[in-house]
């Protein structure tokens, strides 16, 4: 055997000797993903966090809570809404005019009494 | 599933939708491990599997009234189990933009080997690197759904289902590196 033959023989015999035992098999699962059992072992997994007497639980939950609102429903609290916010806004409108109204009215009545002092009369 | 299957699954239906608890029961005990099963592997979080399922099965107590189809239940389930995950995981982004410092404690990570094979735990580390979408997608084909129904689910074409899961699969082999 030539010389560089042998040297391409050993370097050959090397380079597998880094490979892992089961290499090829690895290769095969990593070029075709997870098999159905890995999948079926997965979901399975997930499976099995559902405690005994989900069911009842799940039915239980969905008696316990308030019915959805209709859309009538919704409109009907929409204007209740509505209603409630315009009747608190104009309450505080007019009662800042009123306020307004007697700081203006006590302001006159200062000038007023003002004017009387500083009028000496006929 | 053969004609006689879905003519009981719809004739079932027909029963829960007219309020028989019974078989509203039998709707849950039939579904509830594969929607635990459709959820796990689009949350990756074992912890959130029983929260999410039992929203999941109120909503479709509420919801069932609406079905015009019976016979499309299945997808219309697993329609309602994707929409919740995704809502799910919204709102874990959103905590996780509001609450920084609560990311440590939302991302626990899988208790690694707790079910055993290298393979599982491969598997779960490439699924958690694919988006929710293509987690969903790969799960329905997993639940035996054809191309049509997950077009049904996703709300979209069937050519799109096609390519977007050649994407997904690819993108799972390029993640799935099982040690031994």
């Known amino acids: ?122 | 599933m053969d004609s006689t299957a879905t003519n009981a699954l719809a004739e079932l239906v027909r029963r829960a939708q007219k309020g028989d608890e019974a078989a509203q029961h039998e709707l849950i005990v039939s579904y509830q491990h594969r929607v635990a099963g459709f959820i796990y592997a689009m949350t990756n979080r074992s912890d959130y599997v029983e929260d999410l399922a039992q929203q999941v099965f109120i909503k479709m107590i509420r919801a069932l009234e609406g079905l015009q189809a019976p016979a499309q239940f299945e997808s219309w389930l697993f329609r309602l189990a994707r929409n919740t995950c995704i809502d799910q995981l919204r709102r874990q982004k959103l905590r996780r933009i509001f609450l920084p410092f609560a990311n440590e404690h939302e991302n626990i990570p899988e208790a690694s080997g707790a079910v055993g094979t290298e393979e599982l735990d491969a598997l779960r580390h490439a699924l958690a690197q694919l988006r929710p979408q293509d987690r969903a997608l790969l799960a329905l084909v997993q639940e035996g759904r054809s191309h049509a129904e997950i077009a049904e689910v996703l709300s979209t074409s069937v050519a799109a289902v096609k390519a977007r899961l050649h994407r997904a699969r690819e993108h799972l082999r390029e993640h799935y590196q099982p040690q031994s």
């Open chain 1, 1 to 122: 055997m030539k010389p560089e033959t042998q040297a391409w023989r050993d370097l050959q015999a090397h380079a597998a000797g880094q490979l892992r035992a089961g290499f090829a098999g690895r290769v095969v699962r990593l070029a075709q993903g997870p098999t159905k059992k890995t999948w079926r072992l997965f979901l399975d997994q997930g499976a099995a966090q559902i405690r005994p007497g989900f069911a009842e639980r799940v039915l239980r939950a969905a008696r316990n809570l308030p019915g959805m609102p209709s859309f009538l429903d919704q409109f009907a609290y929409s204007i209740g809404t509505a209603a409630l916010c315009a009747i608190v806004a104009l309450y505080l409108h007019s009662r800042s005019l009123e306020l307004e109204s007697e700081r203006n009215l006590a302001t006159w009545q200062q000038i007023a009494m003002h004017v009387d002092d500083a009028d000496p009369g006929p």
